[in-house]
């Protein structure tokens, strides 16, 4: 009878231990899938609106009059989908872009004429005729501004640019797409889809996008490549610059702000860039921090010089990451 019943109460103690053990186990599952809950949502809630170390303005806009076109690829207008992982794609690009140089054994871009820049032309019989600048972002894509394929026209660009205007690479446009809520200088951003993929070398491949929400000031440098569309001048050249706090610009921007402005305006102390003539980028402006191994991205579509003194810019942007959305959304369709 001892016996049974000491069986009997080991048995108990045993199926004690084991509910003590399933409740613990239930409970670490609980807080895993909480955890997992808190991660889902943060991932798939909206962007975020960019956080900026210093005060910045925003451009106001105007509605512009759409002009007919003629035998020029097709434009679209692409919608912009809700896509929760923006910039996911971005980054996957961009690290496709870095394998393929390395593989091939390509050396990156020091100094001169960047590999990525694009010349957008529309192309006659006998003659073409500058349209705007841009950025190779992919094989087969270029970043550009709407503004320049929304006037029309536009049927090819040139790559692998030397800065005596030269190109040693010509790519007919398949299509183009601008941003759907594209107005004036609202939305200015759009997408160029070439004939057939871009085989990269030395002197030809594409830029990183910038996808950081906030830009960082330490070491860093904006530059962008100058085209004159004249006959006098037959050279492209590169315009570099530090970016500083907007503090050194605030002061004489600010006398003449006409609107109320938001996270558009930057700070440049360019080294070669105060000379009258130079008004804007016209194409891509890049980001570089020289303490980050010195690699460029991509980080406005388009800019404008705002105002200025003797010493400092102000640069008005249209930001890539404001548009990885729609970039995104173009790559992908």
């Known amino acids: 009878m001892n016996t049974l019943e000491h069986k009997i109460q080991s048995l108990i103690s045993g199926s004690r231990q084991i509910e003590e053990e399933l409740r613990n186990t239930i409970h670490r599952l609980s807080a895993t899938v909480s955890d997992l809950t808190s991660k889902f949502s943060l991932l798939h809630r909206d962007r975020p609106l960019p956080e900026r170390e210093r005060p910045f303005k925003n451009p106001s806009t105007t509605g512009g009059e759409r002009r007919p076109t003629s035998l020029v690829p097709s434009v679209t207008h692409v919608l912009s989908p809700n896509v929760p992982t923006v910039g996911r794609l971005a980054s996957q690009v961009c690290e496709e872009i870095e394998g393929a140089l390395q593989l091939k054994g390509i050396k990156r871009y020091v100094s001169g004429i960047h590999p990525s820049l694009a010349i957008v032309e529309r192309k006659m019989r006998w003659s073409s005729s500058f349209r705007c600048m841009g950025a190779?972002?992919?094989?087969?894509?270029?970043?550009?501004?709407?503004?320049?394929?929304?006037?029309?026209?536009?049927?090819?660009?040139?790559?692998?640019?030397?800065?005596?205007?030269?190109?040693?690479?010509?790519?007919?446009?398949?299509?183009?797409?601008?941003?759907?809520?594209?107005?004036?200088?609202?939305?200015?951003?759009?997408?160029?889809?070439?004939?057939?993929?871009?085989?990269?070398?030395?002197?030809?491949?594409?830029?990183?996008?910038?996808?950081?929400?906030?830009?960082?000031?330490?070491?860093?440098?904006?530059?962008?490549?100058?085209?004159?569309?004249?006959?006098?001048?037959?050279?492209?050249?590169?315009?570099?610059?530090?970016?500083?706090?907007?503090?050194?610009?605030?002061?004489?921007?600010?006398?003449?702000?006409?609107?109320?402005?938001?996270?558009?305006?930057?700070?440049?102390?360019?080294?070669?860039?105060?000379?009258?003539?130079?008004?804007?980028?016209?194409?891509?402006?890049?980001?570089?921090?020289?303490?980050?191994?010195?690699?460029?991205?991509?980080?406005?579509?388009?800019?404008e010089n705002s105002l200025r003194n003797d010493v400092y810019m102000a640069q008005k942007l249209t930001k890539v990451y404001d548009y990885l959305d729609f970039i995104e959304s173009v790559i992908r369709s």
């Open 136 to 303: 190779l972002i992919g094989q087969r894509f270029v970043l550009t501004s709407a503004r320049c394929l929304y006037i029309g026209g536009a049927n090819f660009v040139r790559l692998a640019n030397r800065s005596d205007k030269t190109s040693a690479i010509g790519k007919n446009i398949k299509k183009t797409h601008i941003h759907p809520k594209y107005a004036n200088t609202k939305n200015n951003v759009g997408v160029i889809e070439l004939e057939g993929d871009v085989e990269y070398s030395s002197l030809v491949y594409p830029s990183c996008l910038y996808t950081a929400a906030t830009i960082s000031i330490t070491n860093a440098e904006i530059f962008y490549i100058q085209h004159q569309d004249s006959v006098l001048s037959q050279t492209l050249q590169e315009l570099r610059g530090q970016l500083v706090p907007y503090s050194n610009c605030a002061t004489f921007a600010e006398s003449h702000a006409q609107d109320p402005y938001e996270n558009s305006l930057i700070c440049v102390r360019y080294y070669n860039a105060l000379d009258s003539s130079y008004s804007s980028s016209r194409g891509a402006l890049f980001f570089t921090q020289k303490d980050l191994s010195g690699k460029e991205r991509v980080i406005a579509v388009d800019s």
